[in-house]
Structures are given as C-alpha cells and as structure tokens.
C-alpha cells in the first residue's frame, strides 16, 4: 500500500504499475474538500516512490465521480475573494501535481465523470470508458464555470468550439460521442474495462504510445491562428447570447475565459480561469442557482423518506378526463402506474387519450420511447364511463370542474366504492380541503393533489394536507407524486393553498398599476425583459384564462377579504364581461392566432385600449424599478405570511414551488432567496415607501424582526462549508 485515507487509496498493482482507487463512505465519489486533501497526500506519496512506472485512476463505486461536493459551495463562496481565489489555486496545484507525475496516467471511467470529475480526468493522459459512462462539465447549469481546469484542457483536447459547445450548454457526453470527439481514448464493454486499460497503461509503460506529446498538448497554448480564433469566439459568443440570455452570465463568462486564456501555456491559462471563476462566484445568479439545487435536494430527500413510510401505489385513478385528466393519466402511465380515467361524458374521454397519445407521440419522434414502449404506456390507461375496476385503485385523483359541489359530490360517490385502505385526492386549485373533506366518511384518507398545467412539463404538485389528513395518506401521496416524475411540496390548507395564494396578490399589484395609469403592454416588458419571468402578467392571465382567474379571484377575495377583496371595477372584470377569455377563445389582453407549429402565437390588439378606458387612471409612465417593486411587493409579502402562518414548511420549499409552479426566475431563486439577495432591511424600507397602496403591501412582522436582526432566511445552508 503506497497511500490510505477515507476516500481514497493508492497500492500496488503489479510491477511498476500502481492504483488510485476512489472509494468514499457513501452510495457516491464527489470531490468534497477532504477528498481533494487526500489525493493531494497520495500524489505527494506517489512522487515519491521511484518503481512507479505508470498509473490507473479507477472508483470502487458504479459511477466514478459525480462532481464536486455542491453542499459546500455556498460556504466557499461567502469567503472573501483572495481566500476563494487562494483556494481555488490550490486545488489546481493539485490536479497540476496529477497531470505533471513523471509517469503515464490513465483514467479508468464507468458511469459519471461529471463536473470535478471531468476535470480530474482531463488532467490525465489517457482516458478509457466503458459504454455505461458519462462525462461533461455542468458549472454553468449551477451559474458557475469550471474551476479545475475544465475551460484550459478540455479546449486543447477536443478543439475550442466542441469544448465551448459543451462547456456553454452543461452538457454530458455518453462513452461513443466522448470517442468521436476525442474526450475518451477507447470505448469498452463494462466488463472488459479493467484489462483494457492495464493493456493501455503497460502500452505506455513501454513506449508504444506517446504519453508525453499528449501532456504537452495540454499545456501548451491553443493551436489557432487569428483568423480561426476570431470566427470561432465570435461565433460562440453570438449563440451563447441568444441562448443564454442577459441573466444568466456563467456561459459567456466560460467563452471570454477560453478566448482570453488561448495564447497561454497551461499555469497562465489556469490564473484566467481563476479570476472568472471567482467573479461567478461572487454572483447572485450563482448563489440562486446554487440555492435551487440545494433546494431540489432536499425535496427529494423528503419524498425519498415518504417513500419508505408511506404504502406503495401500484394503480391509480383519475376522475374527469379531457387535458388536464389525460395529463395526469399519461404522467403516471408514463412511469408505470397504470391508471383507470373516468368521466361520464365519451367525448371527454376520447379528449384525455388524445392528450396522452400526443404526449406520447412527442416522446416517439424525439426518439426517447419506441412503438412497443408508447403501445404498453397506451394500453395501461384504462377509459371509461364507469366506476368499474376502481375499487382496485391505491390512489384516486379527482380533476372534475373546478366547483365545490360537484366535486363533493363526486369525492362523496366514489368514496362508497372504494377499499377502506385507498386514497382519495382533489386536483383543487382553490377549493379549501377541509370544505371538500365535510362530505366524506374518511377524511384521514383524503387530501388535495393540485397538478399544474401543462402537467407533462410542470415539475411541482401540491399536496394539502387538511386538518384530519393522516400523515400516511400524506406519505403516500407524496411518493406517487415523486414516482410520476414531480416535485411533490406539502402545503396546509387554505384558499388558493400556497401557489395560488401568493399569485393573486401579484395579480392585484397589476391591476392597481392599470387602475393608476400604466401600459399593461409596458408592465408585461418590464416583468418578462428585467425582472425575468416567464410571462409578464397580462401575457399570462390570457393562459390561465380570464373567466379562470375571474372566478379564483372572488374566491380569494372571501378567504382573504382584507387583503384580497377589491372596491373597483378592474381590468379582469372588463376583459371578463366582454368574454375575451384570452387563448382559450383567441381574445384577451392580446389576440392570438395559430403559428406554423400549431401553436398560439401573441399580438397586440388595438381594441384593448378603448375597452380598458373606464377603467385605466390617466397615463402614467411608470420606471422599471418602480412597476416591478409595486408587482412584486404584494407576493413577497403573502410568501411571507405563508411561512409564518405555517402553510408552507420551509423556506427551501416555498421557493422551490414558485420556481416550479409559477416560473419565478431561476436566477433569482425563489421569493427567499431574493430577499436574501437584496438584503432584508433593503426590502423593508422600499416595500414601507409603498404602504399606502393597501394592506397587501404591509410587510408581515416577522420579516421586520428578521431585517432588524440583520438575519437572512439561508444563513445556515451558506454558512454549511
């Protein structure tokens, strides 16, 4: 044995030929703070023991490394500049110390090599994988950059513009892409991977390949001449803008690092990358994406451990077909758990398999499904116009029209046909729980299931828990929600629950800016071009539907009067009684036609003006920071409340729920995280310059308590490294 520490180990093979194996305590391989100690302890051994005449880099584990520890980054990166910077160098003195051993190294790949892990390979000489692996550079999906080295060897290895195309877009490669570019040196089965590459290594070992041309090719400058290099970066730089966008900085910061550390060797290469990594790091964009991965752990984590409390479900049901029961239907078809979908009218029924059959057909032609596999996804949902069958159903979710009646009514029927063991959910998007709950006989077995539209493509489900909701009946829920595919976040009961709550006050900020004089069209720019959402909030009451938001808002207003009712005739009311219902009949703030894709396509309509003249105040021409404090303002606050009042259970799921249910912008990371960023007492003072608009504009107390403590609402997760 040449080195032993806790992740990793260095010994013998046979003569002159040596191992460092990864092995740490875990499911996992990651290059935490105290794995990149201990290779830097077994290179030091290495560099010491003159018999090694080559060395294999191999994982005990099914992938190799999955990348670096990212539950310490947001520790690292709350360090000051020169500190980060300091380490940062360090950790490339040590994978410097692998790529510059006085012998031929070869990495041996299985599964991810990802991140850290990439990194560490390319600083090998030769790279070997087996048909299972997967290797890339993700930094810049978590607004970083690589940091090892990834923007200074993967250039020299594979060509700039494949390296900036990867580097750009996070994107991994699987084993046969990695050989044709040139990422991995030989592709074999899983059980061969081991002899093949102690052949490479004894190859080596002997001169047959040459080890050293390749390491020089690493740490010399990039082989472009000016004319090349100026087409390449330019070209790079004009699609990483268009794809990427203003908010998002990690890719083009990659693409400057790369075009600026081209003419330079290997350690002058490696003090570019430092001084960009650092900036990224020091960037909000970082910290919120960072925060949302965190985040996104820890929801998995507590589905996981609902997974194992909670029964299994092996068939499901849904209540009312057409889009939004045929979403549902092919979402748990699609991950096994065939399903029976109910409705009383055929016509709605022929909707909801359409739906799932056009999904499906999507999955078809992109190639991620076969014929067989669609057919058997088809065959396991069950149409029909009775209950028959649905006795042997674990969980059934209801998704008939959004009216209290009618769906007690329904809850109520089919409750009587099911096992006293089965669940029983409402795809409510407002509808108080505990008020559906009063007419069922086992409100412990039931609950609310709230999908979001388009169910295929939205990532959260709400489940609400009512005030007689069995922590098994939530248990349960939860893991068929995460064994659909989706974020499942628990929420307590109320009107609107936790999403919808905090939508309609930011719809309400809105029509007060209208009822005070701003451009609708203006509002929609600024929130959609600055603030980053994915829909200004005109554009997106005409998808929700104005007669849906009409309605959900007077449903509002009674659980919430104080803050919710209105005393004026608002915008909605006007489109509403002039029956432009938006998408859905082609009218509503703006009109929409049909593109080439089948899909709706926005204009402004000059109509619009003179119907919203009665109730627009006379024109105001609102500052960007101006429209967007008055929009957000009112759904900060009600966020706010909701974790206060206990509706929500943490910040991290309260911001993961409006990434994923609402579209709030990823790079700001959530309604916490925002605030975080631009410091509590910062928001107090700008949201009390506003307090005259109304009650939802006050900000709740224990954001007050919060701000004047000087507290945050992450300071433990940044503080976690």
Same mark, same amino acid.
């Given at each position: ?15 002159g ?45 099914p ?45 041996v ?23 299972t692996?997967?290797?890339?550079l993700?930094?810049?999906?978590l ?16 060509? #700039?513009?494949?390296?900036?195309? +990867? ?5 991994? $490669? =699987? !084993?046969?892409? @990695?050989? /044709?570019? %040139? ?5 074999t ?12 290594a ?9 080890w ?47 075009e ?5 060797d ?20 970082t910290? #919120?994406?960072?925060?949302?991965f +965190? ?5 998995? $984590? =507590? !589905?996981?451990? @609902?997974? /194992?409390? %909670?029964?299994p ?19 748990s ?12 009218s055929?016509?709605?029924?022929e909707?909801?398999?359409?739906e ?21 996804v ?14 042997q159903?674990?969980?059934v979710?209801?998704?008939v ?14 409750? #009587? ?10 795809n409510? $998007? ?13 409100p ?25 909701t ?11 929600a995460?064994?659909?595919?989706k ?37 929609d ?26 309605h ?6 009674e ?24 998408q ?11 593109d ?42 009600e ?26 912008p ?11 960023t ?20 006050e ?15 992450f ?7």
């Open positions: 044995m040449i080195y032993q520490g806790d992740t990793l180990s260095v010994r013998y093979l046979e003569d030929l040596a191992e460092l194996n990864l092995d740490a305590p875990g499911s996992v391989n990651k290059f935490d703070l105290a794995t990149l100690e201990s290779l830097n302890e077994a290179l030091n051994a290495l560099s010491q023991k003159s018999d090694v005449k080559a060395l294999l880099l191999t994982s005990a584990k992938a190799f490394v999955v990348g670096a520890d990212i539950t310490e980054f947001l520790g690292l990166f709350a360090k000051p500049e020169e500190e980060l910077s300091n380490w940062v160098t360090h950790a490339n003195d040590i994978f410097n110390k692998l790529e510059d051993l006085p012998f031929p190294t070869v990495s790949i299985s599964g991810f090599a990802l991140g850290g892990g990439c990194e560490c390979i390319l600083a090998t000489d030769f790279r070997i994988a087996d048909s692996a997967r290797i890339g993700p930094e810049t999906k607004g970083i950059m690589p940091g090892f080295g990834g923007t200074v060897r993967m250039p020299r290895l594979v060509g #700039a513009d494949t390296a900036m195309e +990867l580097i750009t877009a996070g994107k991994e $490669s =699987k !084993a046969d892409a @990695a050989l /044709k570019i %040139g990422l991995v040196d030989a592709v089965a899983p059980d061969d991977l081991r002899d093949a590459a102690i052949a490479l004894k190859q080596a070992i002997e001169g047959k390949l040459d050293q041309s390749r390491r020089a090719q690493k740490k010399a400058p990039l082989q472009l001449n000016k004319i090349e290099a100026t087409m390449s970066f330019t070209m790079a730089k004009g699609m990483v803008a268009r794809v990427a966008g203003p908010h998002y900085p990690a890719p083009m910061t990659a693409v400057v690092a790369i600026e550390a081209s003419r330079s290997r350690d002058s290469a490696l003090l570019v990358e430092n001084k960009h990594f650092v900036k990224l790091a020091k960037n909000d964009v910290q #919120a994406l960072v925060g949302i +965190l985040n996104d752990q820890y929801l998995k $984590s =507590k !589905a996981k451990k @609902a997974a /194992k409390e %909670g029964k479900t092996e068939r499901g049901a849904v209540l009312g077909a057409g889009i939004m029961g045929g979403g549902i239907a092919y979402q078809a699609s991950k096994g758990v065939p399903v029976l979908m109910k409705d009383i055929q016509a709605s029924l909707t909801g398999m359409k799932a059959s056009k999904l499906l057909n999507k999955q078809l032609e992109r190639g991620r499904l076969n014929g067989l596999k669609m057919a058997e088809l065959a396991s949902i069950t149409p029909s116009l009775h209950y028959a069958g649905i006795e159903s674990d969980v979710v209801e998704a029209v959004e009216n209290p009646k009618v769906k007690a009514a329904v809850l109520s029927e089919v409750e #009587a046909l099911l096992p006293e063991g089965a669940v029983l959910t409402s409510t $998007s407002t509808i108080p729980i505990d008020l559906l709950a009063k007419s069922l006989k086992r412990e077995n039931f609950c609310g299931m709230h999908f979001f539209n388009p169910v295929h493509r939205m990532p959260l489900v709400e489940v609400i828990r009512g005030k007689d069995s922590e098994e009946t939530v248990a349960r829920v939860v893991a068929y995460a064994k659909m595919g974020s499942p976040v628990v929420v307590n009961d109320c009107p609107g629950f936790f999403v919808n709550r905090v939508l309609f006050p930011y719809f309400a900020g809105f029509s007060m800016l209208l009822r005070d004089g701003a451009d609708f069209t203006k509002v720019k600024v929130m959609e071009k600055k603030f980053g959402w994915p829909m200004g909030p005109a554009y997106l009451l005409d998808v929700v539907g104005i007669d849906t938001a009409h959900a808002q007077a449903v509002m207003a659980g919430f009067p104080e803050r919710m009712a209105k005393s004026y005739r608002d915008a909605v009311d006007v489109m509403f009684e002039s029956e432009r219902f938006g859905k009949n082609g009218v509503g703030f703006y009109k929409y036609s049909v080439r894709k089948g899909k709706p396509k926005k204009d402004v309509d000059a109509d619009v003006a003179g119907l919203l003249s009665s109730v627009l105040g006379s024109a105001t021409d609102y500052s960007d920071e101006e429209i967007i404090n008055r929009m957000m303002v009112p759904m900060i606050n966020v706010v409340r909701c974790l206060e009042e206990g509706i929500i259970a943490t910040p991290q799921e309260a911001d993961m729920a409006l990434v994923y249910g609402l579209g709030f990823p790079f700001r990371g959530g309604v916490f995280r925002y605030l975080d631009i410091g509590l007492a910062n928001y107090v003072a700008m949201a009390d310059q506003l307090a005259n608009l109304g009650p939802a504009y900000v709740p107390q224990g954001l007050r308590d919060k701000a004047a403590k000087g507290e945050g609402y300071d433990a997760q940044r503080q976690s490294a």
